[in-house]
């Protein structure tokens, strides 16, 4: 064993960014960093937890009972989504012609293939591995794979085949011998799809016109690993998705960029590229196209339309708005779950393509609030909207969302539509899989997410290396990596925005046992970020603080055949109109479980050790309508004596305020 080279300090952080990839002209740019292939890492302490909370609730047992999941017709099953589900009722008649493309299946395995290895479920992997060789086995004689082969009256279009590709690449990478049976089959779909594109874009409905990076994602990954001679079928059809899709590159323009809202607004191009959804897969479109053009324009205005995206439509949460469409800045519009997990998948891509930090930075700070934030603590029921003001969950009166049904912000089986019931399980598992990378030429490895992981690879010249990270992370300043290697190799970790400085302390290790680091970061204290109406928001760290409103709970359905799928509102039982003096905010690191555990499940009131207090009175704020906050009141008068509230990772709330008007406790 031969001594390490550590380099987990901020100058560390400096190195990733000056990491360079080689870039060959005639085939595909390299990435700055590569992706390890699935099973390579694993959560740990309370991360492999919430795997477990997520594995044992909803989405763990979809397939027992979730019609849409358990008699799939990508199974030769009968159930399906009538229409492609997102946003369909407020498209319709810009689009007649929508016809059935289902994806409840392909989603479902797309984000279950992940979830099942990282929690070493024999029987989880079981139904993925038949899932796989059912759509293999069916696939025609053309090369088409999907539920259609069973129905000749269902039109064929090709975006719902897209998460299949994902699902079967990732199987691939955690066992390589499926190889010899899938590839060909994916190369008889590359073909067939390719001819289709060519007759005139046969196959390029508005959801696939608007998803093609997915596709070129999954023929990169082709070209990257089984190229098989078919490169100049790759890139061809890489250039055709794109030629037939809608144009990313202007979309993400400045001059075309909505900056507020955008209903009643013209898009310049197709209504769906304001979609939520198609928003955060898109953000993939321009690093995917710069693999096959090479031009850094690409790759620029990805960064351009990144920052558009979160300056004009962004939230404290760390994600944005778009109840169906982007909603602009409001703190009571919505966002929907399917764009949160969508975003941290994009934003992983977007990071290991082009090496930028903020990217990272932005994926982990969904992590650790958007994402838990819009699902009960078992993780039993979800919503479709959450609100970063959410006074109450229940059918909303009068409703908010211009698009959205009055519904959708209640927790439960599947509010509004279907799909975020399907898809949601991705986002944890892809966060895991993602969060440590190699440099481009594998000599390096690097910690990319910070939370409890462990990794086991092999980098060049045979260099086996495992690390294995123990924090409480988000709730804990410290994380201790154990580190071996048969060779000297530089293992880096990304330094966040929110850490003003670090420190490493080496210590117990040895040539035999490795390296251990100790790694602190010193965050900045209780950063407050400026909102609309003289508001604010309070952070520390990568995490959002909130008023924790406490809540009852009435159980409006029941599942028959699973009763703990239930839909619940929640309605507010305190008082939740505060302005804050933000000069009085206190943090609070409350008391570490002496068995180094923190509770399960995390993300649940009254749970994280975590708090921030402060000096706050009462004010006059209305309500607009029954069920929500109006906008937040400026220049604010106390109606009454002020006290000290508690806020709360926002993650652990359910109904909050995070967006605060202010006050000043001195005058």
């Known amino acids: 064993m031969k001594n390490l080279r550590s380099a987990c300090s901020t100058l560390g952080f400096i190195l990733l960014g000056v990491v360079n990839g080689v870039a060959s002209q005639s085939g595909l740019a390299a990435k700055k960093y590569l992706n390890l292939p699935l099973g390579a890492i694993k959560p740990a302490g309370w991360l492999h937890d919430q795997l477990m909370v997520q594995t044992n609730g909803l989405w763990g047992h979809e397939h027992d009972f979730y019609h849409y999941v358990s008699q799939t017709d990508w199974l030769g099953g009968d159930s399906f989504y009538s229409n492609l589900e997102e946003g369909l009722s407020s498209i319709t008649s810009d689009y007649?012609?929508?016809?059935?493309?289902?994806?409840?299946?392909?989603?479902?395995?797309?984000?279950?293939?992940?979830?099942?290895?990282?929690?070493?479920?024999?029987?989880?992997?079981?139904?993925?591995?038949?899932?796989?060789?059912?759509?293999?086995?069916?696939?025609?004689?053309?090369?088409?794979?999907?539920?259609?082969?069973?129905?000749?009256?269902?039109?064929?279009?090709?975006w719902a085949r897209y998460p299949y590709l994902f699902g079967a690449m990732q199987m691939m990478e955690y066992n390589t011998s499926l190889a010899d049976a899938v590839v060909p089959a994916l190369y008889k779909f590359v073909t067939l799809a390719n001819s289709m594109m060519k007759n005139n874009?046969?196959?390029?409905?508005?959801?696939?016109?608007?998803?093609?990076?997915?596709?070129?994602?999954?023929?990169?990954?082709?070209?990257?690993?089984?190229?098989?001679?078919n490169e100049d079928l790759l890139i061809e059809t890489m250039k055709l998705l794109k030629a037939t899709g809608d144009p990313w590159e202007y979309v993400f323009k400045k001059e075309y960029f909505p900056t507020t809202a955008v209903e009643g607004l013209q898009n310049p191009f197709s209504?769906?590229?304001?979609?939520?959804?198609?928003?955060?897969?898109?953000?993939?479109?321009l690093p995917s196209t710069y693999r096959f053009t090479h031009n850094q324009s690409d790759l620029d205005r990805a960064s351009e339309g990144w920052d558009l995206l979160f300056q004009y439509h962004g939230r404290p949460s760390g994600i944005y708005a778009a109840d169906e469409y982007l909603a602009g800045l409001g703190a009571t519009r919505g966002t929907e779950l399917c764009l949160v997990v969508e975003t941290m998948y994009s934003g992983s891509y977007l990071?290991?393509?082009?090496?930028?930090?903020?990217y990272a930075d932005r994926v982990e700070r969904i992590a650790y609030n958007a994402l838990p934030a819009t699902l009960t603590g078992d993780m039993w029921s979800r919503q479709y909207l959450q609100m970063q003001n959410q006074i109450a969950a229940q059918n909303m009166t009068p409703n908010p969302f211009p698009t959205d049904d009055s519904y959708s912000n209640v927790f439960g089986l599947e509010p509004n539509y279907p799909c975020c019931t399907v898809n949601h399980g991705q986002g944890f598992p892809k966060f895991v899989t993602n969060s440590f990378v190699t440099t481009a030429h594998k000599a390096s490895l690097v910690q990319v997410y910070l939370g409890p992981l462990t990794v086991k690879t092999v980098l060049t010249d045979g260099n086996a290396v495992t690390a294995s990270v123990d924090t409480l992370y988000p709730f804990s300043d410290t994380l201790t990596t154990t580190v071996s290697a048969d060779k000297a190799f530089?293992?880096?970790?990304?330094?966040?925005?929110w850490v003003s400085n670090a420190t490493v302390t080496l210590n117990g290790g040895s040539e035999e046992k490795g390296i251990r680091t100790s790694l602190f970061l010193?965050?900045?204290?209780?950063?407050?970020?400026?909102?609309?109406?003289n508001s604010v928001a309070v952070h520390r760290g990568p995490l959002n603080y909130a008023f924790d409103i406490s809540r009852n709970q009435t159980v409006l359905k029941q599942n028959a055949d699973e009763p703990r799928a239930i839909d619940v509102q929640f309605e507010a039982t305190e008082a939740w109109q505060y302005a804050i003096d933000p000069s009085t905010l206190k943090f609070n690191a409350g008391t570490t479980p002496e068995n180094g555990t923190l509770p399960s499940p995390i993300f649940n009131s009254g749970l994280p050790p975590y708090t921030i207090?402060?000096?706050?009175?009462?004010?006059?704020w209305l309500?607009?309508?029954?069920?929500f906050a109006a906008v937040q009141p400026e220049n604010v008068t106390c109606t009454g004596d002020a006290k000290q509230i508690t806020l709360w990772p926002l993650g652990a709330t359910k109904l909050r305020i995070s967006e605060f008007p202010v006050f000043n406790s001195s005058q």
């Not at 209504?271 to 479109?285: C, D, F, P």
């Not at 010193?522 to 407050?528: A, D, E, V």
């Not at 309500?623 to 069920?627: P, R, V, Y």
């Open 490 to 497: 530089t293992y880096y970790v990304r330094i966040p925005s």
């Open 613 to 620: 207090t402060a000096t706050a009175c009462p004010i006059a």
């Open 96 to 158: 007649p012609s929508l016809t059935r493309v289902d994806p409840a299946g392909s989603y479902w395995f797309n984000a279950m293939v992940p979830n099942a290895v990282l929690v070493d479920s024999a029987e989880i992997q079981a139904k993925t591995q038949y899932f796989l060789d059912f759509v293999l086995e069916n696939q025609d004689d053309t090369g088409w794979l999907g539920p259609e082969v069973f129905n000749s009256s269902k039109p064929r279009y090709l």
């Open 623 to 627: 309500e607009a309508g029954d069920t």
């Open 271 to 285: 209504n769906l590229t304001w979609h939520g959804v198609n928003m955060a897969e898109g953000l993939k479109a």
């Open 522 to 533: 010193y965050l900045r204290k209780s950063p407050i970020e400026s909102r609309p109406n």
């Open 201 to 229: 874009g046969t196959g390029v409905d508005v959801w696939a016109a608007t998803r093609w990076e997915d596709f070129v994602i999954s023929l990169q990954w082709l070209y990257d690993f089984y190229p098989n001679g």
């Open 351 to 358: 990071y290991q393509v082009s090496g930028e930090s903020k």
